[in-house]
C-alpha cells in the first residue's frame, strides 16, 4: 500500500486496552457512521481482532479498508478471514482503498484485478482509488492521462459488478497547466463507471468549497470522509464536532451531492484514538445524521 501523508501527533496515544468512560458509550439511533480503518493504522497490525472488536464497540456499522497486498491479505488476513470477523462484529465494508500505481505507471491492471477479487469476497461495493503519486501528475497530459487510465480500470470493475471512486487530497485542486487534476477527473471520467469520495478536510484546507462541487457535479459524491480540521492547527484533525470544518451546512446538501456513506477519518490525535473515533462517531449520528 503507497503511504499517504502522515501527519502523526504521537502525543496522547495510549494503549488499546483503554477504557472508554461512560458517557462516550455509542448512542442507539439508526444512523450509519463508517470509519476509515488508516484511522488506526499504528492499532491494526498488532491486533487485528481486536481493534475491529473496538471499532464495533464504540458505534460503528461500516468500516472503509486499506493496506491489502495479494501476497499479505490485510494485516495477515485473507479477505475471508477478514470479512467473517467484521461478520462477526456486525460490520459491512461498502469500500477499500486500493493501490494501483501499476495501473497509472504502465496500465497494468494486475493490482485492478488484485483488489476486484477481494472486494468481491467483502461484498464492497466501491474499488477506491486512494492516491495518485505525484510523479505521475506534472503536466496537464499527465491530467488527462490519469483518467483515461481510471476509466479503463473502471470499465473492468463495473464488469465484475462493482464501481470504481476516487478519494481526493488537497493538491488535487492545484493548477497544472491551466486546468486541476480533480476537474479533469469529474469531467473527463464516465459518470456511470466513476464515483467520488469527497475527503471534506483536505478540500476545506485547499480553500474550496464542497457545496459548490455538489452543485457542478449533483450527485457524484455518493461518500465523504467526515474528516475535522483543527481550530488551531489546520494541519491537524480533531474529533468531529470539535474543528473548523462546518459539517451542518454541507450534510444539508447531502442529496444534492449523492451521499450514501458518511466515513471517519482521523489522521491524528491529542487524546486517545479509541476515545477520540467513539466521540466523533456519536456526534455523527446524533447530531449530524439526526
Not at 501527533?9 to 455509542?26: D, E, M, R, S
Not at 479503463?152 to 470504481?164: D, N
Not at 470539535?242 to 458518511?262: M, P, R, T
Request: hydrophobic share 40%; with cysteine.
Amino acid at each position: 500500500m503507497i503511504t499517504r501523508r502522515n501527519f502523526l501527533t504521537k502525543a496522547g496515544l495510549l494503549g488499546a486496552g483503554v477504557i472508554l468512560a461512560p458517557q462516550l458509550a455509542h448512542a442507539k439511533t439508526k444512523s450509519v457512521a463508517g470509519l476509515q480503518l488508516y484511522t488506526l493504522r499504528e492499532q491494526l497490525p498488532k491486533d487485528v481482532k481486536g481493534v475491529i472488536a473496538k471499532v464495533a464497540a464504540a458505534g460503528y456499522n461500516e468500516v472503509e479498508l486499506y493496506g491489502f497486498s495479494k501476497a499479505n491479505g490485510f494485516w495477515g488476513l485473507s479477505a475471508t478471514e477478514l470479512k467473517q470477523l467484521l461478520k462477526a462484529h456486525g460490520l459491512k465494508a461498502p469500500s477499500g482503498h486500493y493501490n494501483m500505481d501499476q495501473l497509472l505507471s504502465t496500465g497494468s491492471l494486475e493490482e485492478v484485478d488484485a483488489a476486484i477479487e477481494a472486494s468481491k469476497t467483502l461484498g464492497h461495493q466501491y474499488v477506491t482509488l486512494p492516491y495518485v503519486n505525484a510523479k505521475f501528475r506534472q503536466t496537464a497530459a499527465d491530467l488527462q492521462s490519469i483518467a483515461a487510465k481510471v476509466n479503463t480500470a473502471a470499465e473492468r470493475i463495473k464488469k465484475a459488478g462493482l464501481k470504481m471512486a476516487y478519494h481526493n487530497h488537497d493538491f488535487e485542486f492545484e493548477q497544472i497547466g491551466g486546468t486541476s487534476l480533480y476537474q479533469v477527473l469529474l469531467k473527463e471520467t464516465d459518470a456511470s463507471l466513476v464515483d467520488f469520495e469527497m475527503d471534506l478536510y483536505w478540500v476545506v484546507r485547499a480553500g474550496q468549497d464542497p457545496i459548490s462541487w455538489f452543485k457542478k457535479h449533483p450527485g457524484r459524491f455518493t461518500m465523504v470522509h467526515v474528516k475535522d480540521m483543527d481550530k488551531a492547527d489546520n494541519k491537524l484533525n480533531t474529533e468531529v464536532g470539535k474543528g473548523q470544518v462546518d459539517f451542518k451546512s454541507i450534510f444539508k446538501e447531502a442529496k444534492l451531492a449523492g451521499i450514501q456513506h458518511y466515513i471517519i477519518e482521523q489522521e491524528n490525535f491529542k487524546i486517545d484514538p479509541y476515545a477520540s473515533i467513539t466521540e466523533s462517531c456519536r456526534y455523527l449520528k446524533n447530531v449530524l445524521l439526526a
